[in-house]
Structures are given as C-alpha cells and as structure tokens.
C-alpha cells in the first residue's frame, strides 16, 4: 500500500508490469514472505529505464537486503561491469551472498560487510551510479561520500526520501521520536536541491526517489539563463 500515491492508481499500474525472470520474481516473493524492505515495482520499474538510459558499468548500492536490487541492476551490465554493495545486518549478508552465488553472479556483484559510514571513506572513484537505499537518517551524512564517489555525469539515486509522506509535515506533527530522521531527511533533500554541482528531481513514487546527476565541469560553470 502507498503512503503517497493515491491506492487506486498503484494498483492499477502493478497490474499492468510486465513479468521478471523466475529468479527475480522468486526472490521478490521471499522478500515479500520474509518482510524484508526491498524496492517497490514502481522503483524498480522506474531503476530499468535508467539503467537502459545510463548503462553505467560501474554501480555502487548502499543497502544490500537479500541482493534482490544488485541482482536486477547486474541484469543491465555490459560484460565486464561490475556493482559494489554494501550492507552491515548480519542476516541481510549472508542471504544475500547465497543468492548471488545461486544467480552465479558472484564475478560481477562484490559485497562489503560493514557500516557503508565506514566502508565509504575506503572506496575508490569513479561510480557511473550510486544507488542509495539504506538507514534514511544517514543519508546526508552519506552525501559527500557519494558526491566524492560519483564520476562528473553520474546518477546518484536514493530511495525512501519521501518517509511515506512524513517528510512534508511540519516537524511538530511527526512523532518525537521520528524527528531526528525526519530533520535529517530534510536536511539531505534540501542539499541535494541546492548542491551547485547537482541537478535533483524527486518523483513521488514507491516511498519517494530522488534523481540526483552530478553535472561535469562544463556543465558547472555554463550557467542557465
Ligand atoms: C531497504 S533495505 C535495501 C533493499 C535493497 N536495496 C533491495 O531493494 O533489494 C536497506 C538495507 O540497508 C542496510 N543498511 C542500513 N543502513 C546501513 C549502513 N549504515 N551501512 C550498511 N548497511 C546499511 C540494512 O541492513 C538493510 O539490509
């Protein structure tokens, strides 16, 4: 059930996806079974078009799961490209190695184990993509990791930012101890928006999505009109 999008219209649109492979499919009714927090069609829809669009062969994730979002990117990939995902819940990570060895994708989708605050510092750029998806309260402290990581013309995209709506309420109507989060979430969607070298739309989609490209040189300094 959506949070932002009226229901009606969600459904109808799940309706009208066309199907995965089996093993995507299988592992999106685990996920579903097991009630782990896994992309929503709409997102994953909407990760296929720009996969199409983008065709990064170098990605970068940040919240692993059961590898059910790796496994659909690596899917995208040009031969010799390759994902780097992290994820530090013990449970997540060895499901998740087990099903990216079950999709023999174990070559092209390398899993780091630890908090992405601390395995972000040691990572090395450039990242055609980044896809962010993990604890929503640290996604501004994430920020200029990605930033760092991103090549000039690269995608940054992070799910979740709309809090199920939460994030467009004033702070007195959330629950106390949501607020944290919620300041937080807020404070990352306005620097996304403000960041002289990225150029952001959220679309109201699943959770809420924010498309984030980092402009190259050029494109910094030509400024519009
Ligand atoms: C929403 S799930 C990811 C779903 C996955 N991207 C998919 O769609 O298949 C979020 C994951 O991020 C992980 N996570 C959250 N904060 C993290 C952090 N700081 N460092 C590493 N992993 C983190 C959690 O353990 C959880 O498995």
């Known amino acids: ?16 996806q066309p199907s995965s492979n089996s093993f995507i499919t299988a592992l999106e009714k685990e996920a579903h079974r097991k009630e782990i ?32 979002s790796s496994i659909l990117m690596s899917q995208y990939l040009p031969q010799d490209g390759k994902i780097i995902t992290i994820d530090r819940y013990p449970y997540m990570i060895q499901q998740a190695k087990e099903n ?13 184990e630890g908090d992405a605050e601390e395995i972000l510092p040691t990572l090395e750029p450039y990242f055609d993509m980044i896809f962010l998806d993990a604890a929503k309260g640290q996604y501004h402290a994430f920020l200029p990791y990605c930033l760092r990581l991103l ?11 709309l809090h199920k709506g939460m994030i467009a309420k004033s702070r007195y109507n959330i629950p ?5 989060i919620h300041k937080r979430l807020r404070s990352f969607l306005w620097d996304i ?4 070298i990225l150029q952001t739309s959220v679309l109201p989609i699943g959770d809420g999505v924010a498309l984030c490209y980092k402009k190259t040189e050029e494109e910094t300094k030509n400024e519009k009109l």
């Open 176 to 180: 106390r101890r949501q607020r944290t």
């Open 37 to 68: 927090p896994i992309i929503s069609f709409e997102v994953k829809a909407l990760l296929e078009v720009l996969l199409s669009l983008h065709k990064p062969t170098k990605i970068l994730e940040i919240g692993t799961a059961i590898g059910y």
């Open 100 to 112: 990216i060895f079950k999709a023999r994708l174990d070559s092209k989708i390398t899993l780091l």
């Open 151 to 161: 090549r000039p013309g690269g995608l940054l995209i992070a799910d979740n930012v």
């Open 193 to 196: 928006h403000h960041h002289p």
């Open 1 to 16: 059930m959506s949070e932002i999008t009226q229901d009606y219209i969600v459904d109808f649109l799940s309706t009208i």
